[in-house]
C-alpha cells in the first residue's frame, strides 16, 4: 500500500513537473514574441523619424542655397537654427 502511494506521488510529481516546463516554455515563447514585436515598432517608429530629419536637412540646405533667412528655414522645416547652422 505504501508503495503504491509512492509510485502515484511520484508520478504526479512528473507529471506537475511536465506541466511547470511547459508552462514555463510557453511564457518563454510569449515573452520573446512581445520582445520582438516591441522592438520592431521601435525601430520602426526611431526610422521614420530619422527619414523625417533628413528630408528636414536637405530641404534646409535648399532653403539656404536659395537665400531663405534662419527663421524663415526654421518655420518650414521645424529644424533649430542650431542644426540649420551645422548644414
Given amino acids: 500500500m505504501i508503495k503504491s502511494a509512492l509510485e502515484g ?3 504526479f510529481s512528473t507529471i ?3 506541466r511547470r516546463k ?3 516554455r510557453e511564457g518563454e515563447a510569449k515573452g520573446l514574441a512581445k520582445g ?3 522592438g520592431l515598432i521601435k525601430g520602426h517608429t526611431e526610422g521614420k523619424a530619422e527619414r523625417a530629419y533628413q528630408k528636414a536637412c536637405k530641404t534646409a540646405k535648399k532653403l539656404l542655397l536659395k537665400g531663405f533667412s534662419l ?3 526654421q518655420d518650414i522645416t521645424g529644424l533649430t537654427q542650431e542644426e ?3 548644414l
Fill in 71 to 73: 527663421y524663415e528655414i
Fill in 9 to 11: 506521488f511520484f508520478q
Fill in 22 to 24: 511547459d508552462d514555463f
Fill in 36 to 38: 520582438r514585436t516591441l
Fill in 16 to 18: 506537475d513537473q511536465e
Fill in 84 to 86: 540649420i547652422l551645422k
